[in-house]
Each structure stands twice: as structure tokens, then as C-alpha cells.
């Protein structure tokens, strides 16, 4: 798939890219509609907290679509980190530091950490949001960020 030559990501262009690169069914847990989530609570809290937006929604539309499988997949975040940087000089456009804070969220997004970094804390605390999709209730000790817990606790901002 090749991208338009802008300066900036083009949005559409990559939620085609990463629908394409998924080998799973668009409407899985994992797919799509996941997808749009994160990327909702994403922004939200970006708006809040200062997080770096594109990244934020970079990271949702990507952060899942390399999975090979519903269950344990303990490399799709790398995977996906891989193709960020594969597209970053076709589509991506972000400059070396900020690809290296996108990838460190892809790779990490599923380790159960947290982070004082407001953008992968936000690209963490949305993913982690939708937990509950897959049965699982969130906790607020993995949560990064305040707006995240916020966000938990209340469900807005």
C-alpha cells in the first residue's frame, strides 16, 4: 500500500494499511471496533493531559493488527512496532524521537506496566480502557495517567 507524499499521517490510508495486515477477522475482539475505541479514549485523554495525538492515534489503529491470534500472542506488539517502522518514511513521518516513543508503547502495550510518559501512558491507559471486551475489568493500578483513571472511575473526562 503506498501513502500519499505528505509531511503528515494520513489517517485513512493507515486504517486501510492495518486492516489489510490483519490476518484475523475485522469484527474480532481485537479488530476493528477495538480499534476505534482505544483510538476514542486516546484523544480524549491526549486533549487532557497534553499527549502527543498523532501517536496516540498511530498507536491505536496499530497496535493490535499484527496479532496472529486471539489468545496469547506475546509478539504482536513488536510486530507492530516493525511495520511503524517499515511505513514511517511512506506515511508516518515522525521525526526519530517520536518513532521511538511510538514503538516503545507498541512493543510494551501488553506487559502490564505503567509509564510517566503522558503519551505512552495515554496509548496504554486507552487500550487498557477496553479491557473489558475480552471479560476483564480493568484495574486501576495499571493506569498511567490521570485522565485514564478518571476515565475508569467515571467513564469521562
Known amino acids: 500500500m503506498m501513502f500519499s507524499p505528505q509531511m503528515q499521517t494520513d489517517f485513512l490510508a493507515l486504517w486501510k494499511l492495518a486492516s489489510e495486515a ?17 483510538e476514542g479514549f486516546a484523544l480524549q485523554m491526549a486533549k487532557i493531559n497534553g ?16 496479532r496472529e491470534n ?10 507492530a512496532a516493525i511495520l511503524a517502522r517499515e511505513i514511517n518514511d511512506t ?5 526519530e524521537n517520536r518513532l521511538e516513543i511510538l514503538c516503545f508503547a ?18 496504554w491507559d486507552a487500550d487498557r480502557l477496553d479491557l473489558g471486551r475480552v471479560g476483564v475489568a480493568p484495574k486501576l493500578q495499571f493506569f498511567s495517567t490521570g ?11
Open 106 to 123: 507498541l512493543e510494551n502495550h501488553d506487559k502490564g506496566e505503567i509509564s510517566n510518559d503522558a503519551t505512552i501512558g495515554t496509548c
Open 22 to 38: 490483519f490476518k484475523l477477522d475485522l469484527g474480532s475482539i481485537h479488530g476493528l471496533n477495538h480499534w476505534n475505541r482505544v
Open 51 to 66: 499527549a502527543d495525538q498523532e501517536i496516540a492515534r498511530i498507536f491505536a489503529i496499530i497496535h493490535d493488527c499484527k
Open 91 to 95: 506515511g508516518l513521518f515522525l521525526n
Open 147 to 157: 485522565a485514564g483513571k478518571l476515565l475508569l472511575k467515571t467513564g469521562r473526562i
Open 70 to 79: 486471539e489468545n496469547y500472542d506475546p509478539q504482536h506488539g513488536l510486530r
